[in-house]
């Protein structure tokens, strides 16, 4: 932190800066910065320490969970499908899901949408851009971008379509998919 003070460096400056331009890291890029802004980068003693924590834990088997949803109508199935949810999200924060039953199509049109998403003109990515987490749809980068040690290298589009009160008209019409 003395270094931060002595280099005039100020981190709540810069996330307030970044915050407000509502442009996100793609915005960054679009700018044409070259240089990755400092609340991006960890600090070296941070990584260090963490190069001797995973030193002592190698594994080179490690594989991502796995969580198949065959035979979700069984009961049984499904409190089984939920405990492997719990402890993948806890232990790894990620899974991966198989015979989900959504088409490839499906899959496709949606990383299609959301490429086109991140591609249309920055002032409509603006007009979604907030902190607010009770907007069902909304765009921000880097949800905890205020209380994190280190800002994540990300931007994200919420599409809350497990709210009732979800209006699809406020789905940006890039992400919307119409086939007759």
């Known amino acids: 932190m003395a270094s931060q003070a002595s ?8 996330l ?3 915050d407000e331009t509502k442009a996100g890291v793609k915005g960054l890029i679009d700018a044409g ?3 990755i802004p400092k609340m991006f980068i960890r600090p070296a003693e941070e990584l260090s320490q963490e190069v001797i924590i995973n030193s002592t834990h190698t594994n080179n088997n490690i ?3 796995i969580v198949d ?18 402890i993948a999200s806890t232990e790894w924060g990620i899974f991966q899901v198989t015979n989900h039953g959504i ?19 920055l002032e409509l990515k603006k007009e979604m ?11 921000d980068s880097n949800t905890d971008l205020y209380t994190s040690k280190t800002a994540d290298w990300r931007d994200t589009l919420f599409l809350s379509s497990f709210r009732s009160d979800l209006d699809p008209s406020k ?8 086939k007759a």
Do not use: H, W
């Open 7 to 14: 280099t005039g460096y100020s981190r709540a400056k810069e």
């Open 16 to 18: 307030k800066k970044f």
């Open 33 to 35: 910065t070259v240089n």
């Open 63 to 65: 594989q991502v969970p």
């Open 69 to 86: 949803l065959s035979g979700m109508e069984v009961d049984s199935r499904r409190k089984e499908m939920v405990d492997q949810i719990k």
């Open 103 to 121: 088409p490839l199509n499906v899959l496709d049109e949606m990383i299609d949408g959301v490429r086109m998403f991140n591609e249309q003109d």
């Open 129 to 139: 851009y907030s902190r607010d987490t009770t907007k069902p749809v909304r765009f």
């Open 171 to 178: 789905i940006p019409a890039v992400c919307r998919v119409c």
